[in-house]
């Protein structure tokens, strides 16, 4: 069994600042990646960032420039440093990973999700 479980969302006003966390733990024997996707309310859920345990990041167009991924190998943690919050920016984000289980299983998991609201 293994849990995705992220904090740091709330509701800022526009050109502010938030940093999401997640956390993975259960049954892990290697993690490959670790992401963020978000989904607006009507929209497709689409990828925000992603980065890799050797620390291979890639963002989505929307967000380069504003928004860093980082990762902490030991404590199995991902971060998500938004600035620069847009309005369209406001979205349910998802913490993701790709993890080989204890079992040798390579699997992707999905955290509950938490959300972030940019007024304008």
């Known amino acids: 069994q293994v849990r995705l479980v992220e904090s740091g969302g709330g509701l800022v006003q526009a050109g502010g600042s938030l940093r999401l966390s997640c956390a993975a733990s259960?049954?892990?024997?290697?993690?490959?990646?670790m992401g963020w996707y978000r989904q607006a309310p009507g929209r497709e859920r689409e990828l925000v960032a992603t980065?890799?345990?050797?620390?291979?990041?890639t963002y989505a167009d929307s967000v380069k420039g504003r928004f860093t991924i980082s990762g902490d190998n030991a404590k199995n943690t991902v971060y998500l440093q938004m600035n620069s919050l847009k309005p369209d920016d406001t979205a349910v984000y998802y913490c993701?990973?790709?993890?080989?289980?204890?079992?040798?299983?390579?699997?992707?998991?999905w955290g509950r999700g938490t959300q972030v609201t940019v007024s304008s």
């Open positions: 980065i890799t345990t050797g620390g291979s990041a």
């Open positions: 993701n990973s790709r993890i080989v289980t204890m079992n040798f299983d390579l699997l992707n998991y």
């Open positions: 259960g049954s892990i024997f290697r993690i490959n990646a």
